[in-house]
């Protein structure tokens, strides 16, 4: 209501100024005193009215039966005020528009015509030339014609009005269940988003320290070297998985690039690669690798992490290379392996690949694998810059 009170302001002046100019006139009308107090209290009567009851309840509100009470009562005042001062029939050019915005246009229409129409029938009996009222007749049906042209235009703003404002509701309720359906994509994502974090960090740094743990629990009688070894890894792997653990508590950055470019941090993971398991891991880079954003260098090292993963539990592979491309267009990162490959349209059960995607298609990347049981796998991540 509150917004229909505030697009009322333009018909609320026009209203005072007819109020207005029709009581002056009335005023000044060549009619006794008594008369032109009584005309003019009736005028007085109908602004009043309209301001306390029926501006609110019968026209912007519509509610019934005070529609239908506020138009009774301001046609009876108005034909009190033409009853005493003819002149009032001027204020027909405010009764009108007001009757056809509180009552339906099949109701509105007739009111409005015995209103323009009972005026010059008053005044003859008023003042007793019961023969001339009819030469009055044409006049008022002019204006009962111009009266009903503006009602008809209108009842034609007021149902607009009414369809907007439907409109309006219905884009309110869909801008709400956009904005909630937004935010259950949003919460979505950022689960899917942690479950990644988590099994490219956490969970590979596991992996890694109970297969430690089983290469030293294999050595334990037989070389102590080993089994030392062995467990200096898996404690250097739990202070790091501990690492990534606060990292993603506290801002979800790899810990890894913290305090190291995307170019050490590959190199160290090849390097842990090959002290965990023996194979010959090499890595080797080109071009220039500054300048990328952290999430492209996050996508690229839980890439290259997931893939040494993969390879550490299922490639058997003897020998694995690390490449990362920096070219003006992109970045490339190919992780091979002399494994025992796989297939890679085959359903797979597990989280590695998907996730991988997953982020790529966060920094519009793409991965591809190439892959077939017994010849190797090689996993290319390509992100454009």
Not at 354 to 366: F, I, L, P, Y
Request: aromatic share 6%.
């Amino acid at each position: 209501m509150e917004a229909s009170t505030r697009n009322f302001w333009a018909w609320d002046l026009y209203y005072t100024i007819g109020y207005l100019f029709v009581t002056v006139l009335v005023l000044l009308a060549p009619m006794s005193w008594p008369d032109r107090v009584t005309a003019a209290a009736s005028c007085t009567a109908v602004a009043g009215l309209y301001a306390a009851y029926g501006r609110r309840y019968a026209i912007i509100e519509e509610r019934l039966p005070h529609t239908a009470i506020f138009a009774a009562a301001t046609s009876v005042l108005f034909l009190i005020a033409v009853w005493f001062v003819g002149d009032a029939t001027y204020l027909l050019f405010v009764m009108c528009p007001l009757i056809f915005m509180c009552l339906s246009l099949p109701v509105a229409a007739p009111l409005v015509a015995v209103l323009n129409l009972v005026p010059p029938v008053l005044a003859a009996l008023r003042h007793g030339e019961l023969g001339g009222w009819h030469q009055q007749l044409p006049t008022s049906f002019l204006g009962l014609t111009l009266s009903l042209l503006i009602g008809t235009y209108v009842h034609r703003v007021v149902t607009q009005s009414h369809e907007r404002a439907a409109l309006i509701r219905e884009l309110e309720a869909s801008r709400a269940q956009v904005a909630r359906l937004s935010h259950e994509a949003g919460v979505a994502a950022e689960r899917t988003r942690l479950a990644g974090e988590i099994h490219d960090t956490l969970a590979q740094g596991f992996t890694s320290i109970v297969t430690l743990v089983q290469a030293a629990e294999s050595e334990v009688d037989r070389d102590s070297a080993k089994v030392r070894h062995a467990l200096d890894l898996a404690a250097h792997t739990a202070r790091e998985n501990l690492a990534e653990a606060r990292a993603l508590v506290a801002a979800l950055t790899p810990s890894a690039l913290d305090d190291a470019t995307l170019t050490e941090a590959l190199c160290r993971q090849v390097e842990r690669l090959a002290a965990e398991t023996g194979v010959a891991a090499g890595f080797h880079t080109e071009g220039d690798p500054s300048g990328l954003p952290t999430g492209v260098e996050v996508v690229l090292l839980r890439a290259a992490q997931e893939a040494l993963a993969n390879i550490r539990k299922h490639a058997d592979a003897t020998a694995v290379a690390v490449d990362l491309c920096h070219t003006p267009t992109g970045v490339t990162l190919t992780v091979s392996d002399d494994g025992s490959g796989f297939d890679p349209d085959a359903p797979a059960a597990g989280y590695g690949l998907r996730g991988m995607r997953a982020r790529a298609e966060q920094v519009a990347g793409t991965v591809t694998v190439h892959s077939a049981p017994g010849a190797g796998t090689t996993l290319t991540v390509e992100v454009p810059t």
